[in-house]
């Protein structure tokens, strides 16, 4: 090479511009790395460190025209390339090191030792280095927007623009920059490209921030639902699949990873459900277990194979119980691990509530299970008592009822052959064995109504309606269609039950003078309101607070109604007085028959 021409001030002063931009870009990158504790933000630093170091370079070389530092500002230049290229590797794809990537680091320091020192024609010497540098810059800007195509990333986008023209900037060098031309305009377009890709660095962070959070509300969305295990686990599994670039992802359980197995898969990783990890994944498995933290196996060069499919990346996320391993939440796709963004801490606590949220679940199940068992229990008892009272019933209608009118009967033939003086005293006792026979009719009726089981639920309601009216002198209304779609049995009873337990309320507590009696049809559900004028319920009256309270017609009440599915309500009329409310699931089928 000839000898070095005087030195521009104006490109020293924009020389150290850069090196001072370059300074900053370094330690925010390096601010990032110590904050967020992230492989690529690492070398993003290193890559920016050795940019300084080629500022230094070549100030050095303006300044002393020394070749040597020219030698090594084209050393740093090349190494700067390959820094940045990896440090968008190690973001995109998280590439592995290998000792084979060595070699291209080779490259920088031996051609640029034959270009200063052993070559004199200056294109020869400047074309090959300018093509390295170009063509690594413009790999930098194709996986960033590869990425930015995979994932939707404003950060990526523009680190993609800025270095693919950035990339095209290089090639002028051998002619224009190295022949005086563009001095100092070249290096402050060179600023301007750091200023973008340190830019797009920030809103890269910031994306990932974005990113992590989603994969975070993406789980957590489902953690606390209360639900049956099984669709909790599915849950868990599917909502991952609404990120960007997310394809699969599986629930692994297991404490030890070689008695692991995949629980739950969606997506992709549907087909490995019931399979135990293999190969890399069942290493990073292993790892996670181990150490609690979220672990990406290692890939080759075509990413990781699962059930023969090849992805990107795979990271498992462990699950923990108790402060102990259960397991690990395993997503795959086409872009980087979504938890990369978030610390380690953090990950740990959401795994912790990861596999909270599936005992939860198990916990729930066993309760559902229990209520059911309860509820059966409950309509088993509501069975048995219905028959007791059918029985009781019965035996006073066939046995009791009948003895006393077997007496009026031969008391009344007795009658006959007595006095008038004490025939009158026989006629007192005649209308007490009336009085008895009309009792055991009323409690007959009330245990078991045979109208019901005869005429249906319509004229049995009117004729307990009347009975009332007659026999208490309220004033009862009755507001019913001309008749009802068939209802099981079960149900018919039940309703007859409430308005009798109703009717009695209102008798003993209300202090009412009317009252009112609704059956509606409301869609698939039959609605029954029963309403008075008297002094109301308490305030903030339910019926489970009743029942504490020792109202047990209304516990009983509950019990009927809920067993068929149905709801209680009672409340303050809208013109005073009480106003009890029940919804009762009409079936769609008619009954297979009445009892008799």
């Known amino acids: 090479m000839g000898a070095h021409p005087p030195t521009d001030l104006a490109e020293l002063a924009a020389a150290i511009l850069q090196a001072v931009i370059t300074v900053a870009i370094a330690g925010l990158c390096w601010y990032l790395h110590n904050r967020y504790r992230k492989p690529y933000l690492g070398w993003w630093a290193l890559a920016w460190g050795l940019y300084v170091l080629r500022a230094g ?61 052993r070559l004199d024609d200056f294109l020869l010497a400047a074309l090959p280095a300018v093509l390295f540098l170009s063509l690594a810059t413009l790999l930098c800007g194709w996986v960033f927007l590869a990425y930015d195509r995979r994932v939707g990333s404003t950060g990526a986008r523009l680190l993609g623009v800025a270095f693919v023209l950035w990339g095209l900037h290089h090639l002028d060098y051998p002619f224009l920059r190295a022949r005086g031309a563009w001095t100092p305009w070249g290096y402050y ?271 049995a309601l009117r004729s307990l309606l009347a009975e009332r009216a007659e026999r208490t002198g309220l004033a009862v209304t009755f507001d019913a269609p001309p008749e009802l779609p068939p209802l099981a049995p079960e149900a018919e009873l039940a309703i007859f039950r409430a308005v009798q337990e109703a009717l009695s309320n209102v008798t003993r507590h209300a202090q009412a003078r009317a009252v009112r009696v609704a059956v509606a049809l409301d869609g698939a559900l039959l609605r029954l309101v029963v309403e008075d004028d008297g002094r109301g319920p308490p305030a903030g009256a339910d019926p489970e607070r009743l029942e504490r309270a020792g109202h047990m017609g209304l516990a009983g009440m509950r019990e009927r109604i809920g067993a068929l599915g149905g709801r209680v309500h009672l409340g303050a009329a809208a013109a005073g007085g009480a106003r009890l409310e029940i919804d009762l699931p009409v079936p769609a089928a008619a009954p297979a028959g009445r009892d008799a």
Not at 62 to 72: D, E, I, R
């Open 57 to 117: 370079a070549i100030i050095s070389f303006l300044a002393t025209g020394t070749w040597a530092w020219l030698y090594w500002h084209q050393v740093f230049t090349g190494w700067v390339a390959l820094g940045l290229l990896w440090a968008a590797l190690s973001f995109s794809r998280q590439t592995r090191w290998r000792r084979g990537y060595a070699l291209l680091a080779l490259f920088p320091p031996l051609w640029s030792y034959v270009a200063i020192f």
């Open 189 to 459: 377009l060179d600023v301007l490209f750091q200023l973008a890709v340190g830019g797009g660095i920030v809103l890269l962070v910031n994306d990932d921030l974005q990113r992590g959070l989603q994969a975070l509300l993406a789980l957590a969305g489902e953690l606390q639902r209360q639900d049956d295990a099984h669709d909790a686990l599915d849950r868990l599994v599917a909502r991952p699949l609404t990120l960007p670039a997310v394809r699969g992802c599986a629930l692994i359980l297991g404490a030890d990873a070689g008695a692991a197995r995949v629980v739950r898969g969606a997506g992709d990783c549907a087909p490995l459900q019931g399979h135990a990890p293999e190969g890399r994944v069942h290493e990073a498995l292993a790892r996670a277990l181990a150490t609690g933290t979220t672990q990406v196996p290692s890939e080759d060069t075509n990413g990781i194979t699962l059930a023969g499919r090849r992805f990107a990346y795979v990271a498992l996320l462990p699950i923990s119980r108790a402060g102990r391993p259960v397991g690990a939440l395993m997503l795959v796709g086409d872009a980087r691990d979504p938890f990369t963004a978030l610390d380690d801490g953090f990950l740990a606590a959401l795994g912790q509530q990861v596999g909270a949220a599936l005992e939860n679940a198990e916990l729930y199940r066993h309760l559902q299970a229990r209520n059911a068992e309860l509820a059966r229990l409950s309509a088993r008892m509501v069975a048995l008592h219905e028959e007791e009272r059918r029985r009781l019933s019965r035996e006073l209608h066939d046995e009791t009822a009948q003895v006393f009118s077997a007496v009026k009967l031969e008391l009344s033939m007795l009658r006959q052959s007595l006095p008038p003086d004490r025939a009158a005293r026989l006629d007192r006792i005649l209308g007490s064995i009336d009085t008895g026979i009309r009792s055991i009719r009323d409690v007959t009726n009330d245990l078991r109504p045979s109208l019901l089981d005869d005429l249906g639920l319509l004229p």
